[in-house]
């Protein structure tokens, strides 16, 4: 079963930098893509910023220009570079995972959450 471990998250300032990362672990798997998700307090999960094995990205409007992801598919791991950081920001990060086992089955594997917190 792939396993995810997310770090990096903690208090800031606004405009302030933060980098999360997101290790996968496990066994006979391929990820297709990884990415990260976000919810804050009282409101749903929303997507982040993602990124296929080969390369192509996808983030939200809110975090373009100020976001990067980056990624290391020969180690299963994706990170996440956060720029000017607003307290808007502020929400449990969570590290998705897609893909296959060589098996023929796929997975949707999710970290368990890190806290970012943006301070005015």
């Known amino acids: 079963q792939v396993q995810l471990v997310e770090s990096g998250g903690g208090l800031v300032q606004a405009g302030g930098s933060l980098t999360l990362s997101c290790a996968a672990s496990g066994n006979n798997f391929r990820i297709n893509a990884m990415g990260w998700y976000r919810q804050a307090p009282g409101k749903q999960r929303e997507l982040v910023a993602t990124m296929t094995s080969g390369g192509t990205t996808n983030y939200a409007d809110s975090v373009k220009g100020r976001f990067t992801i980056s990624r290391d598919n020969a180690k299963n791991t994706v990170w996440l570079q956060m720029n000017s950081l607003k307290p808007e920001d502020t929400a449990v990060y969570y590290c998705?995972?897609?893909?296959?086992?060589?098996?023929?089955?796929?997975?949707?594997?999710w970290g368990q959450g890190t806290l970012v917190t943006v301070s005015s």
């Open positions: 998705n995972a897609k893909g296959f086992y060589w098996y023929g089955t796929a997975f949707d594997a």
